[in-house]
C-alpha cells in the first residue's frame, strides 16, 4: 500500500480513562471483529487485566478504514501499557508512531500520568489528539477540561473531539481526525532495512514472536536478519500481522507495522527498543534503546517447602513471557529455599504474584521489598546491591548511593497539607508546586524510590481521600542518608535511614534475642506528704 495511506498511531490515557474501551469502539467500527466475536476490553487478554481494568501488555492491531473522501487507510493501533511500571514500553510504542490520541476522562479532567504520557509523545515529535471521553456522564465537564488541556499540557484543545466509547457517540470522528491530521510515514522501502521492537511474547512451538516497525526498507520471508543489541543471527521464517487474528504474510514495507517469526529462543533475546536489521545490508541501530533493569526486588518463599520446584518452574515459564522480570535461589533460616526477584515496580511484583498464585496455584510469602544500592566501596570499587543481606561490612563501605524519582501528584486543594507532610516524612524535596485550577494543585518532588515502595502511595490515597493521582521516573542516584556504621539489619528485613525506626529496631532485637540486657522500667517514688505540690 502507498505509504500515504498508511496511519500509525497509539492511545495513551491515565488508568481508567476509557483507552481499551475506545480501541474497543474502533475495532468494532472498522470491522475488525465480528459482533458475536466483540466483548469487552478485546486487546486485554489477560484476566488481571479485565479485572483491574488495565493494560499490561503493548499490542498493535491492523485496521482498514473507508474515510469519507472515498480512500480505504490502513490504520496500525498500537496499544500501550497505562501504568508508570511499564513507562519505557510506552516510550518504545510511541516511537513506533506517527500520532497519539491522548484520552481524558470529562469528569475526572487532567491527571498525572496524563500529563506524563502527553509529554513523552511531545518528547517524540508525535502530532497529539485530545479527546475528551464520557461525556455522557452526569458529572462531566469537558469545557473545564478543555481548558486544562491547554492551562497545563500546552495543546489546544479547540479541535478536541468530545466522545463516548461506551456508547459509540463521537468514534467516527476520531477516525476521520486519524486519517487528517496525524501524518502517514516517512520511511522509504528502498533504504537498508532497519525496524524497530516494540513488544515480544514467547509461543511454545515457535519461540519469541517480535512485534516490529518498520521504519526503514523492507522485510520478506526467508531473509537473513540480525538483532543489532544482542548482535545474534536469524533467519525469518515467517511474516504477519494482527487484525487482532494473526496473518501471514509475504513482506513488511517502510511504515508496516507486524510480526516477525525467526526462531528466537527467548524472548529476552529480543530485547524491546532493539534494532532488526538485515545481514546483506547493514544499517546503524536506531536511538533510544535501553537495556531494561529491575527496580523492586523481594523475596517469594512458598509457604510449604514442597512448593520449591513448581515455583522455580513457574518463575521459569512467566520469564518467558517477561524478559524484564529477573530470579535467582536464595535462602532464608527463617522461611527456608525461595528466590530473589527483581521487578519494573510494585504493580508489576502484584501482577507475577498473583499469578503465581492463580496460574500455577502456589502459596507464597513475599517479603518486605527494597530497591538496589549503589556502594562505593574504600577501594574505589563500585558495586550494586539489592538485598540487605549482600551489603559489605560496614568498614569497607565508602559511600552508599540510593534511586531517587521524580514524582509529579495532581491532588485537590483541601489535601495538600496532607500530602506535604507525607512527602517531607519520606525524606522529600520539593521541586515544584503549580496550580492547575482554583481546586487542583500539581505538586513536582524527588523521592527516593526506597520510601515509594511501601506504603507510599496507600498513604498517598487516604490523604487526599482516593482523589490524588501519581506518576514518576527514575531520576539518577543520590548519596543516601543512611549510616554504614550504624545500619546493619537482620536478613530479609529492610535498611532503615540514620535517627527514624532504628531505636524501636534495636528495642525488638534486644528483647527478643538478649532478654537478659532489658534494663527495669523505672517506678515513680511515691511522695511524701512533706513533698505534695499545691496546683500551679
Known amino acids: 500500500m502507498d505509504?500515504?495511506?498508511?496511519?500509525?498511531?497509539?492511545?495513551?490515557?491515565?488508568?481508567?480513562?476509557?483507552?481499551?474501551?475506545?480501541?474497543?469502539?474502533?475495532?468494532?467500527?472498522?470491522?475488525?471483529?465480528?459482533?458475536?466475536?466483540?466483548?469487552?476490553?478485546?486487546?486485554?487478554?489477560?484476566?488481571?487485566?479485565?479485572?483491574?481494568?488495565?493494560?499490561?501488555?503493548?499490542?498493535?492491531?491492523?485496521?482498514?478504514?473507508?474515510?469519507?473522501?472515498?480512500?480505504?487507510?490502513?490504520?496500525?493501533?498500537?496499544?500501550?501499557?497505562?501504568?508508570?511500571?511499564?513507562?519505557?514500553?510506552?516510550?518504545?510504542?510511541?516511537?513506533?508512531?506517527?500520532?497519539a490520541l491522548l484520552v481524558v476522562d470529562a469528569s475526572q479532567g487532567v491527571e498525572a500520568q496524563t500529563v506524563a504520557n502527553a509529554f513523552l509523545a511531545a518528547s517524540h515529535n508525535l502530532t497529539i489528539l485530545p479527546v475528551i471521553n464520557k461525556i455522557d456522564l452526569p458529572a462531566a465537564q469537558p469545557e473545564f477540561v478543555k481548558e486544562q488541556i491547554e492551562s497545563v499540557l500546552a495543546i489546544?484543545?479547540?479541535?478536541?473531539?468530545?466522545?463516548?466509547?461506551?456508547?459509540?457517540?463521537?468514534?467516527?470522528?476520531?477516525?476521520?481526525?486519524?486519517?487528517?491530521?496525524?501524518?502517514?510515514?516517512?520511511?522509504?522501502?528502498?533504504?537498508?532495512?532497519?525496524?524497530?521492537?516494540?513488544?515480544?511474547?514467547?509461543?511454545?512451538?515457535?519461540?519469541?514472536v517480535v512485534l516490529v516497525r518498520v521504519m526503514e526498507g523492507r522485510i520478506k520471508n526467508h531473509v537473513k536478519i540480525k538483532l543489532v543489541a544482542g548482535n545474534d543471527t536469524y533467519e525469518v521464517e515467517q511474516l504477519g500481522t494482527l487484525t487482532p487474528k494473526p496473518i501471514a504474510l509475504e513482506e513488511l514495507e517502510a511504515g508496516d507495522v507486524g510480526f516477525i517469526v525467526a526462531n528466537i529462543k527467548r524472548v529476552a533475546d529480543a530485547r524491546m527498543g532493539d534494532t532488526v536489521i538485515e545481514v546483506a545490508h547493514p544499517a546503524p541501530a536506531l536511538p533510544g534503546f535501553e537495556a531494561i533493569k529491575p527496580m523492586v526486588f523481594a523475596g517469594l518463599f512458598p509457604v510449604l517447602a514442597d512448593d520449591y520446584e513448581p515455583l522455580r518452574d513457574a518463575l521459569g515459564k512467566l520469564q518467558l513471557n517477561d524478559a524484564?522480570?529477573?530470579?535467582?535461589?536464595?535462602?532464608?533460616?527463617?522461611?527456608?529455599?525461595?528466590?530473589?526477584?527483581?521487578?519494573?515496580?510494585?504493580?508489576?511484583?502484584?501482577?507475577?504474584?498473583?499469578r503465581l498464585e492463580r496460574e500455577f496455584g502456589l502459596n507464597l510469602i513475599t517479603?518486605?521489598?527494597?530497591?538496589?544500592?549503589?556502594?562505593?566501596?574504600?577501594?574505589?570499587?563500585?558495586?550494586?546491591?539489592?538485598?540487605?543481606?549482600?551489603?559489605?561490612?560496614?568498614?569497607?563501605?565508602?559511600?552508599?548511593?540510593?534511586?531517587?524519582i521524580k514524582a509529579m501528584i495532581i491532588t485537590n486543594?483541601?489535601?495538600?497539607?496532607?500530602?506535604?507532610?507525607?512527602?517531607?516524612?519520606?525524606?522529600?524535596?520539593?521541586?515544584?508546586?503549580?496550580?492547575?485550577?482554583?481546586?487542583?494543585?500539581?505538586?513536582?518532588?524527588?523521592?527516593?524510590?526506597?520510601?515509594?515502595?511501601?506504603?507510599?502511595?496507600?498513604?498517598?490515597?487516604?490523604?487526599?481521600?482516593?482523589?490524588?493521582?501519581?506518576?514518576?521516573?527514575?531520576?539518577?542516584?543520590?548519596?543516601?542518608?543512611?549510616?554504614?556504621?550504624?545500619?546493619?539489619?537482620?536478613?530479609?528485613?529492610?535498611?532503615?535511614?540514620?535517627?527514624?525506626?532504628?531505636?524501636?529496631?534495636r528495642q525488638v532485637l534486644r528483647r527478643r534475642h538478649f532478654p537478659q540486657t532489658q534494663t527495669p522500667r523505672k517506678t515513680k517514688r511515691r511522695q511524701a506528704p512533706h513533698e505534695a505540690r499545691w496546683p500551679g
Open 3 to 99: 505509504p500515504k495511506f498508511i496511519r500509525n498511531f497509539c492511545i495513551i490515557a491515565h488508568i481508567d480513562h476509557g483507552k481499551s474501551t475506545l480501541a474497543d469502539r474502533l475495532l468494532e467500527m472498522t470491522g475488525a471483529l465480528t459482533e458475536r466475536e466483540m466483548h469487552e476490553q478485546v486487546l486485554d487478554s489477560m484476566d488481571l487485566e479485565r479485572e483491574r481494568g488495565i493494560t499490561i501488555k503493548a499490542k498493535s492491531i491492523r485496521l482498514h478504514y473507508k474515510a469519507k473522501d472515498g480512500n480505504m487507510y490502513r490504520l496500525n493501533l498500537i496499544d500501550t501499557p497505562g501504568h508508570v511500571d511499564f513507562s519505557y514500553e510506552v516510550s518504545r510504542a510511541l516511537s513506533a508512531c506517527e500520532g
Open 156 to 208: 489546544p484543545a479547540e479541535d478536541a473531539l468530545l466522545i463516548s466509547a461506551k456508547s459509540g457517540i463521537g468514534v467516527e470522528d476520531v477516525l476521520e481526525a486519524i486519517v487528517a491530521r496525524v501524518p502517514p510515514p516517512k520511511g522509504s522501502a528502498e533504504n537498508p532495512l532497519q525496524a524497530l521492537i516494540f513488544d515480544s511474547w514467547f509461543d511454545i512451538y515457535r519461540g519469541a
Open 324 to 354: 524484564a522480570f529477573f530470579y535467582e535461589p536464595e535462602n532464608s533460616v527463617a522461611l527456608g529455599f525461595g528466590f530473589r526477584c527483581g521487578f519494573l515496580g510494585l504493580l508489576h511484583m502484584e501482577i507475577v504474584q498473583e
Open 367 to 404: 517479603t518486605a521489598p527494597s530497591v538496589r544500592y549503589r556502594i562505593t566501596r574504600v577501594t574505589g570499587e563500585v558495586i550494586e546491591v539489592d538485598s540487605p543481606a549482600k551489603f559489605p561490612n560496614p568498614s569497607d563501605i565508602a559511600k552508599i548511593e540510593e534511586p531517587i
Open 413 to 505: 486543594e483541601d489535601s495538600v497539607g496532607g500530602i506535604l507532610q507525607l512527602c517531607q516524612e519520606k525524606r522529600g524535596t520539593q521541586k515544584n508546586f503549580e496550580y492547575l485550577s482554583p481546586t487542583r494543585v500539581m505538586l513536582t518532588y524527588e523521592l527516593p524510590l526506597n520510601e515509594i515502595v511501601l506504603d507510599f502511595y496507600d498513604r498517598l490515597k487516604s490523604a487526599s481521600r482516593g482523589y490524588a493521582s501519581l506518576d514518576y521516573h527514575l531520576a539518577g542516584y543520590s548519596e543516601s542518608s543512611a549510616d554504614p556504621s550504624r545500619d546493619w539489619q537482620p536478613r530479609h528485613c529492610t535498611r532503615n535511614r540514620r535517627g527514624h525506626p532504628q531505636k524501636r529496631s
